[in-house]
């Protein structure tokens, strides 16, 4: 801290998480954090600082295929990881801010419930990776029946390329996470 501060010599940053991922998608998110000091932005960095490396690598892995997938075919994705109360959902698409915006809050609401988590933070990607928006949800988890009926949908239920109206075990999950379903609802 004293050579930030004072300008004493040595690393001004010391080895952690924040030198290891360096140059990643999230070393990118926290340097940009510094320059959007809101609350959102502040309640999104420390949840991130919060995170395992192993959670960090998965993160950046992620990220990495949405960014992928929606620039070989230009449509909306998302990946979603849940830690303890909390849980980020990470979108990627070329849709306008206020469309973009509904469809990762609607997203978030349904993640948030699913992990009965207290909060979800929403985080909207341009194709190339750079930090479009946050979205932030807090608040004690609470059974909602609406929800319920939502996720019991037989509808919410098939994959997204259904034929025979059965999911595999490494479909991706049909409730959009990017997911495969052994991994994701199959589980619950």
């Not at 510094?34 to 991130?48: N, R």
């Not at 479009?132 to 609470?142: C, H, Q, S, T, Y």
């Not at 999950?173 to 052994?182: D, I, Q, V």
Request: hydrophobic share 40%; aromatic share 8%.
């Amino acid at each position: 801290m004293a050579a930030r501060r004072d300008g004493v010599p040595g690393a001004t940053t010391p080895d952690g998480i924040l030198t290891r991922f360096e140059g990643t998608h999230f070393g990118r998110f926290i340097a940009d954090i510094e320059d959007k000091p809101t609350p959102v932005a502040i309640d999104f960095g420390l949840m991130l600082l919060e995170l395992s490396e192993d959670t960090v690598r998965n993160l950046n892995n992620y990220i990495d295929r949405v960014l992928a997938m929606t620039a070989a075919d230009g449509r909306l994705h998302d990946a979603s990881i849940a830690v303890e109360s909390t849980g980020l959902t990470v979108h990627c698409s070329r849709l306008p801010r206020a469309e973009a915006a509904i469809k990762l809050r609607r997203h978030c609401e349904k993640r948030k419930y699913l992990a009965k988590a207290d909060s979800w933070f929403g985080l909207a990607l341009a194709p190339n990776g750079s930090m479009r928006f946050f979205a932030e949800l807090v608040g004690p988890w609470k059974f909602d029946p609406a929800m319920e009926a939502l996720w019991q949908s037989p509808s919410l239920m098939r994959p997204l390329n259904a034929g025979d109206g059965k999911s595999g075990r490494n479909d991706p999950c049909p409730c959009g996470s990017g997911k495969k379903y052994k991994r994701c609802c199959l589980g619950r």
